[in-house]
């Protein structure tokens, strides 16, 4: 079972992003999120499992605590954290930059269709 790891007193954990061509990337420092109402991840990283803007990108604005970013939707083959796993999934692209270290942010759009349980008293993350 997936474990969660408390860093600034904030929960992060592992994922595996599945990008095109068969490329797979492990994160070992993603933050979830259950205010967040989307996943998302460094461009940086996504390029290396080939999720790369297009000229056609329109860029969003990914709003929350830490102000205002640029962001890019794209589709991913699928997210997976341990045996929940949602695919296909929309994800945002951005520089990711808030004062902190992480690779990413697990969003409610995962959390809910994953079903996902979050269990602070064991520290782990687990399909419902």
């Known amino acids: ?3 969660i790891t408390l860093v600034y007193d904030l929960p992060f954990v ?3 992003v599945h990008g095109r061509n068969g490329k797979t990337l492990i994160l070992n420092h993603v933050l979830i999120d259950t205010g967040s109402g989307g996943s998302a991840f460094k461009t940086d ?3 290396k499992i080939d ?3 297009d000229d056609d990108d329109m860029p969003a604005t990914m709003s929350g605590v830490g102000g205002e970013e640029y ?3 794209k589709q991913i083959n699928a997210l997976q954290i341990g045996d929940m796993i949602v695919s296909p999934m929309t994800i945002q692209m951005g ?3 808030y004062g902190f270290e992480m690779d990413g942010i697990v969003g409610a759009d ?3 269709q994953a079903k996902a349980i979050i269990d602070f008293s064991s520290l782990e993350i687990r399909k419902g």
């Open 1 to 3: 079972m997936p474990t």
């Open 14 to 16: 592992s994922v595996v």
């Open 45 to 47: 990283d996504m390029e």
């Open 51 to 53: 999720i790369i803007p």
């Open 71 to 73: 962001v890019l939707d």
């Open 95 to 97: 520089a990711l930059d």
């Open 110 to 112: 995962f959390l809910l």
